[in-house]
Structure formats: C-alpha cells, structure tokens
C-alpha cells in the first residue's frame, strides 16, 4: 500500500538553528498537507501544497512540494522553542480514494533554549 | 465554542470492557474521521463518514463499530477491549475539497485510552 515516510524521525536544535523535514512518498500524491502537533496536543493544519513545484512561505516556515510530486519538505529558519513539536506531512493518493489522507511518520522537533 | 470536541478525554479501562467515544464538531462539515495514534505517533485512518454514511473503512477489527447520529456526530463504540487498543484517538472532520483536493483536517483534542 502507499507509504509516506518522513526524515529524520528525530531532530535536536539549538534555538536559532535551522530546521528542516522530508517527506517521500511511494506514489504521486495529488496534494500534500503539512500539520503540527504539540506535545500532548492535537494535529494542527498548517498548508496544503497542490502545484507541483510550488513553494509557499509563512513566516520562518518555507515549504515546497517535489516537481514530480512525491516528496516535500519543510523548512524552519532561526528555530524558537514554540516551534517544538511533532511536524507531519499527509498525502491525497493520485487517482485513489477521496478524503483519505495517508499521514507520514512524523518528525519530532525539539528545541533546545 | 469548540470546533471538535471529543468525550471522554482520558479512558482508562479494564481488558474485555466494552467503551465509546464521542465526537461533536460545530463546523459545519459533511465528512467526519477517526485516527488512531499509537505510542510511536503514527497517525492512521480508520474511517470516514460522508453526511453520516461511511465512506472510509480501513483494515480494523469489528470490535470497532463508529455511527453516526448526524452528521455533527461520529462516536466509536469498542467492544471487548484489548491491551493492543491502548493508544489516543482522534476525532477530526473537514469541509469538501475542490477539485479532488482534500479539505484540511481539524482534529478534535484527542481521547487517551488505556487498557490495562
């Protein structure tokens, strides 16, 4: 079945650190959706990437989505102790069922003060 | 004012009891969701309901019956609890996508089941 995985599965920074995430996935996703989860918190929407090749910023947070859309990243500049927290990427399989998203593995950011 | 809202928040139970979970969401939506993350943070899809017919049923044991009343309501209902089930589980619901992009999730605060 279709997988989605995310690299590093782990990540220490020194505050004001860059930061950044991966996510490959086994198959074309039609669109990507980027979330954060806290610690002890719920998954939060972050963006959603369409176009293949697109990038799209939000303050220290850049995130793009691959050109043959199957892999995206996220990238956190000057990291801050909010930023803490479990980043995941979810992927609408290409051609495949509606309102399905496949999660990735999740990367869980800390931030060291 | 809670967008999605879930009851109880922290479950803790006995093997072989039977228990629900309730989800509400004011937002509006039509589809409705339950994920399952275990110890490992994987977030999995369980199912799906469209305006209170299922649409999403992944590969879950039938000790797992979710309805849905309306479709501002989706409760998981799990009989004969094992220690295999212990892990939070997330309510969310989202708005209908365009064009076969998904609408973004809004995840309820999650319910902490634990089996002893």
């Known amino acids: 079945g279709q997988q989605v995985m995310q690299i590093p599965q782990y990540q220490h920074v020194q505050e004001g650190e860059d930061f950044t995430t991966y996510c490959n996935s086994s198959?074309?996703?039609?669109?990507i959706q980027w979330y954060k989860q806290r610690p002890g918190g719920h998954p939060v929407f972050l963006i959603q990437?369409?176009?293949?090749?697109e990038v799209k910023k939000q303050k220290r947070l850049t995130f793009q989505f691959g050109e043959a859309k199957k892999n995206s990243s996220l990238h956190i500049t000057a990291t801050q102790t909010t930023d803490v927290g479990t980043y995941f990427c979810?992927?609408?399989?290409?051609?495949?069922?509606?309102?399905?998203?496949?999660f990735g593995t999740g990367t869980l950011l800390a931030v060291q003060p | 004012d809670t967008a999605v809202s879930q009851t109880p928040k922290y479950l803790v139970t006995q093997m072989g009891n039977d228990k629900s979970i309730k989800c509400e969401q004011n937002?509006?939506?039509?589809?409705m969701y339950w994920y399952k993350q275990d110890s490992k943070k994987f977030l999995k899809i369980m199912f799906s309901?469209?305006?209170?017919?299922?649409?999403i049923n992944e590969t879950v044991p039938n000790r797992f019956s979710p309805k849905s009343p309306d479709k501002a309501h989706l409760n998981l209902h799990i009989n004969s609890l094992e220690l295999g089930d212990s892990a939070v589980y997330f309510c969310?619901?989202?708005?209908?996508?365009?064009?076969?992009?998904?609408?973004?999730?809004?995840f309820g605060p999650g319910t902490r089941l634990l089996v002893l």
């Open positions: 969310a619901s989202s708005p209908p996508g365009l064009a076969g992009v998904l609408g973004t999730q809004y």
């Open positions: 198959t074309t996703l039609s669109n």
């Open positions: 990437l369409v176009k293949s090749g």
């Open positions: 979810a992927g609408l399989n290409y051609g495949g069922a509606t309102n399905k998203l496949i």
């Open positions: 937002l509006g939506h039509d589809t």
């Open positions: 309901y469209n305006n209170k017919e299922l649409i």
